[in-house]
């Protein structure tokens, strides 16, 4: 008997779509607060450029996105480099 599956792709497995943007912001994290870039952003999170020293998985984060006037509260899910994926807990 032959068992045949569709393999769900990274993009298939997300709750909600992606838009991509580059939108300057700031992390803050306790006490430190530094620069990021919000690459991509959908309803349940987003994508952060950031130097990811001193972040950790769960850490509770504040992202400010003051050209669109945005506050967002989250979580760290995964660091890559200095990459970050934030889950919305959230938005001010």
Known sequence: MLYSAKLRTFEDARDFPRKQCKWPGLLKHNDMHRPCVVEDISAGGCRIA??????????????????????????????HLDEAGIEFLFMD
């Open 50 to 79: 950031v130097k990811s020293k001193g972040l950790a998985r769960y850490d509770r984060v504040v992202i400010e996105v003051e050209s669109h006037k945005l506050r967002f509260h989250g979580e760290v899910r995964w660091i």
